[in-house]
């Protein structure tokens, strides 16, 4: 009798843990499609996760590519890709295309998981065409950074993506300039010189006097300020509103040209990238750890620039900039593959630090982050382009505290829009402030018509 | 060939009977079948987005995110919105329209200008300039560079690092350097001008050659055994005979001027800097498609069909006017 009770408790036990975690099921397709933009979620996917793994390690590190498979498999299922450049909007519109299409779609052309980036992440977490991520068996987000879920959750706070990397940001800068400016290239003590805004702008005004650039875009601290916000730019009565933080980067901007702390290019022109040379005068730059490498060619060039004289420091505001997040496509086939993909890259350990020691990321995974950066103290090795400082250590603590708040599907425009109207006021262009922003909206009712102003 | 050869014999020999005559005629069905082809690509590809567009631009239709507003009967909302005064107190498609034709105008001038006294020059009995062929080839080929390379040139060589700038820095004219291309209004304009005069003046001067060879060489000679000076013969010869030629060419370059998107699009990345003062009307067509409105777009669409419909109606009236 006993045994009985026990059975059938254990049974009723297992199914109130069915029922409140339901496990997705698996389906008979063949094939696992994933949709990106480009091959770099590619890579790591057939070197870390993939069934031919092995292979895919073993040619890298011979560096011959005829040993990668030409077909491989994801338990069991061919990994299938639709990779779409996103130049002009092109990936977005053949994904829409796809999701809409899912339901009724082929198994094999069915989409199982796709990328996006936080700019546009919103116009899919805000759909009906993705998946909760509870929904495809990832419960355990206590290894992630907090700011991954939230820049992924929809309007009702319901989580429906994962990144595999995080991005915090912080001012990379020119190790000779503080020297010659404040006596010191220690991280920590440039941190101090510029812990906040006020403190900031005021070493603008120093590097000036010693014939520096405070910085080389007008818009280079942008992302600091509107990662920052406390309302979102479009209300829920679709208004347009200015949040105080994206004032204060007006103010700066308009103060910064006037006194000539900065320069009037946009971030990705050649006017400012041209500053990164060795002959360049500019104090710092904004970014996350991916800048080095994708943006900051000028200064790793052999001949012109000036490689190992950087170093990175918090600077006056927490922020990030960038990544990439996993998304389940709803109507795909195999939702617990999906599942399984997204905890390798959250919560496998192993991944998440051949990640970050492979593949010069710093992953999602706090505990991955951790101990690498303690590998990295203990051999006393660091980062040789920022002149030896260990700064996956450095981001550890700066991910942590980055919050969002306020995010809406127009941000990406808003952002774009206001720095581009307001360059144009900057540069003389426009006359007035007020008719910069005139432009802006202008623009913007272009773009979304749906948006109301004042 | 065959054709040819049927009809031949069939006008030439009347007495033949008239199965004869059937079988030389009923060869004219191929004619049709051949061009079948052409009338449905244009029918697929032409004729129904056109129509498409047309209805659009009476419709409440755009995409915002993922969701799909409309499409939902407008009347004429969109044209009423096309012609408002937008949040910077413009009103974009006339501001659009003005740039247009400033920006066509500056680079027209000189066009017509220059390819007239070079055609005039070409084409003098009088002159005998040597290898002109040579010159007319050079002249032309910058029609033959793609538009958007062209522009990328001018954006590569006039941005505020570009060498234009470094050369002025270096001979002390400047000491900053200067944005030739995003700020100031009538840089810009004569930037997009410029290139639009280089890429078509060849172009323009090889049809105005072609309407000087044929007026009757006589009269030139005529005149110039009467005393005339070259400016009199241009201006009282070569010029009233040359009119029709000329409006033609300026009404077509006029039609392609309207339409002009690539320079300005290409220079400015888009944005028809600064202050919009270089965005013409295909290119604000083109922001409104950007945003998946389509009905806007239609709108501007239909409003630009309007202006270059009612032009080629006033170069399809001078031609019949010639012929008859």
Known sequence: MKKLFLGLFAALAALTLVGCRKTPAKSDSKVFHIMAWNEEFKGFFEKYVCDERAKFVEAAEKKDDSLKPKEYHYDGKLVKW??????????????????????????????????????????????????????????????????TSQVASDSKGVVKGV?????????????SIAKAVFGTDDPAKVQEKISNWDKFNAVAADMKAKGYYMTSSFAETYRAFSNNVTQPWVNDDLKLQFDPQIEAWMA???????????????????????????????????????????????????????FGDWAVCEGPAYYYWGGTWLMGAAGGNDDYLVGKCMNSFINDKDVCKALVKNEGQFSNNQKANKEVAAEYEKEGTGNAFLGGQNDTKFYLDLAKRIQIKGMTIYDQYCNEGLQKAFGEFLKGAVATKADAIANFKTQLHIDCPEIVFE | MDNIKSIRKVESNDTEPKKRIQKGVSYAKWGYIFIIPFFLVYLAFTLYPQIKTFIFSFQKYFESGLNVFGPKWNNFGNYVALFTKSENGVVMIVKAFTN??????????????????????????????????????????PNLIMASAFAFLFYALFNTVGPINQLAQMMGWADKPIDFISTYPWSTRTL??????????????????????GIDESLFESARM???????????????????????????????????????????????????STMTIVMLLNKYLSANNYGMAGAVAVVLFVITGGLSFLVFRMIRRKDD
């Open chain 1, 82 to 147: 639709t990779i779409v450049p996103s130049e002009g909007g092109q990936y977005q519109k053949s994904l829409d295309q796809h999701l809409k299409a899912n339901e009724t779609a082929s198994d094999d052309e069915k989409v199982d998981m796709f990328l996006a980036e936080a700019d546009y992440i919103l116009k899919y977490s805000n759909s009906k065409y993705t998946t909760p991520i509870k929904d495809l068996g990832v419960y355990n987000l206590s290894n992630t950074y907090e700011y």
């Open chain 1, 163 to 175: 990144s595999f990397q995080c991005c915090p940001a912080g001012v990379i800068y020119r190790r």
């Open chain 1, 252 to 306: 700066q901007a308009e103060n910064f040209i006037k006194n000539e702390y900065t320069l009037t290019a946009g971030i990705w022109e050649d006017g400012c990238t041209n500053e990164m040379f060795a002959t360049g005068k500019t104090f710092c730059w904004f970014g996350p750890a991916w800048y080095y490498n994708f943006c900051m060619g000028n200064a790793q060039d052999e001949t012109k620039g000036c």
């Open chain 2, 100 to 141: 247009t034709m400033i920006m066509w105008l500056m680079g027209a001038v000189f066009q017509f200008l220059i390819s007239l006294v070079l055609a005039v020059f070409f084409t003098s009995s009088r002159l005998r300039l040597k290898a002109t062929g040579f010159f007319k080839a050079v002249f032309y080929m």
């Open chain 2, 192 to 213: 997009v001008a410029t290139m639009n005069f280089i890429l078509w003046f060849g172009n323009t001067t090889i049809l105005l050659m072609a309407g000087i060879m």
């Open chain 2, 226 to 276: 009467d005393g005339a000076s070259s400016n009199r013969v241009f201006f009282d010869i070569t010029l009233p005979l040359l009119k029709p030629i000329l409006v033609y060419v300026l009404i077509t370059s006029l039609i392609g001027g309207l339409q002009m998107y690539d320079v300005p699009y290409l220079l400015t990345k888009g944005g028809g800097e600064p202050n919009f």
